[in-house]
């Protein structure tokens, strides 16, 4: 029998916990760089949406010729103040070679894990090096994992925050001192750029903004800014005022994708961006001075590895990202390969009858085990059942052995001993 491993939100939040989040992003941010090193070995196509007036739910496939994954993500703006969360996503790797699911697991955690990796990687090909300050626009879910993200990849100390919401803003403030950051709470969106070396910008309401201003990067951002802007995800919303794209260096994941959802949905067709995975790979310079991993999947990504260069200080780059299927695509890989046995629960989803053409065999053998009505009300009994405190009728064992046979033969053995273990609990209950 094929069962496929699940890992659920409290195993991913152990697992996290137990290796570190600041040390998976790290970890992240290398295994993306080699997925990134064979872009264009990789099946790529832009997300499946479906929009409606309270958000959007999206399907993101991608695949090599080995593995196959796809990720089921939602974006609902106002989720949380109907208490529930704005992104809630899970995904699946299968094997390609006969379509069979070899992983399934959450993706809420994994997706912000992976969007701060994704970050990570763009900022350390894109960033001055020396860059210690970061300006967050936004300090909602994603806010602490960003802030882990830069410290991974540039050695972020000092964080300038802002939000228009309070509760968010001294949320974001309580744990990233906790986690050991220098925190200003800022006044406004000016007040945290002011002196910033990176600026994100991860705001939740789909509407055409302009959370971020070019006289903000100009006058009040440290000289050779780098703005990650990652707030800007579906058709119809933006954060970037287009002075600051048009003044810049621009890099995006997917060119295709990024034209109708990021901050490229404000500029002409022939507006010339970069995708990042080319300043991976070296055919295309992000920030001048700023080195490049090697060329070549599976190499290591070491900033500063690659020829040298003059570092330009003063120019500003952009990286306008709107999330990729082939980020979820890595991360999931990864975490297939991290994540300890202990924290894996196996579920049985594939159908495998003896005859591979004889799929109805599973509902005979059902039928033949006297398999119970699920919709029979409960304490109807069944033909030939006895009543309580009656000697058992002849034939029950065996009936009992055959719906044995028949929870193995579908992934169930065990389910007697929970049975007798809900029992026992109603009991104490009673």
């Excluded at 970069?274 to 055919?283: A, P």
């Excluded at 990864?334 to 065999?361: G, I, N, Q, Y």
Aim: hydrophobic share 45%; charged share 25%; net charge negative.
């Amino acid at each position: 029998m094929t069962t496929v491993p699940f890992l659920d939100v409290a195993a991913t939040a152990r697992w996290v916990a137990r290796r570190g989040p600041q040390a998976v992003i790290a970890r992240l941010i290398d295994a993306l760089a080699a997925d990134f090193a064979r872009w264009p070995e990789l099946d790529k196509r832009a997300r499946i949406a479906s929009h409606s007036r309270d958000g959007v739910i999206e399907l993101m496939p991608t695949s090599d010729d080995t593995t196959y994954g796809f990720k089921f993500v939602n974006g609902h703006p106002r989720n949380p103040a109907r208490g529930y969360q704005t992104v809630t996503a899970f995904g699946v790797l299968a094997d390609v070679r006969n379509g069979y699911p070899t992983f399934l697991a959450e993706m809420t955690l994994l997706t912000a894990l992976r969007t701060a990796a994704t970050s990570g990687l763009a900022a350390r090909l894109l960033a001055r090096p020396d860059s210690r300050t970061l300006a967050l626009l936004g300090t909602g879910s994603q806010s602490e994992f960003q802030a882990l993200g830069m410290r991974a990849a540039l050695g972020i100390t000092r964080l300038r925050a802002w939000d228009t919401d309070p509760g968010a803003l001294a949320k974001l403030a309580r744990n990233a001192r906790a986690l050991g950051f220098e925190v200003h709470e800022a006044s406004s969106a000016a007040d945290a750029v002011t002196g910033a070396d990176v600026i994100t910008t991860c705001t939740a309401d789909k509407t055409n903004a302009t959370v971020l201003t070019q006289e903000m990067v100009q006058a009040l951002a440290h000289p050779g800014v780098h703005v990650n802007a990652i707030g800007g995800d579906c058709p119809g919303k933006t954060e970037l005022d287009p002075r600051i794209l048009a003044g810049a260096d621009v890099f995006v994941e997917y060119e295709p994708q990024t034209r109708v959802e990021g901050e490229l949905q404000q500029m002409p067709e022939a507006f010339g961006v970069t995708e990042l995975w080319e300043v991976v790979t070296g055919r295309r310079p992000g920030r001048r001075g700023v080195g490049r991993t090697p060329a070549g999947a599976g190499a290591p990504f070491e900033r500063g590895v690659g020829e040298r260069a003059a570092l330009d200080a003063t120019g500003v780059t952009v990286f306008d990202s709107v999330g990729f299927a082939v980020e979820d695509w890595a991360t999931l890989r990864f975490v297939h390969d991290d994540v300890p046995a202990d924290l894996l629960r196996h579920l049985d989803l594939v159908a495998e009858p003896d005859d591979p053409k004889d799929l109805f065999s599973l509902v005979r053998a059902a039928d033949e085990a006297g398999a119970p009505d699920p919709d029979a009300a409960p304490g109807d009994a069944a033909p030939g059942d006895a009543a309580p405190g009656d000697a058992a009728p002849a034939g029950r064992a065996d009936d009992a052995s055959a719906r044995r046979a028949l929870d193995r033969l579908m992934g169930l053995a065990g389910r007697d001993g929970r049975d007798t273990l809900l029992a026992g609990t109603a009991a104490r209950r009673g």
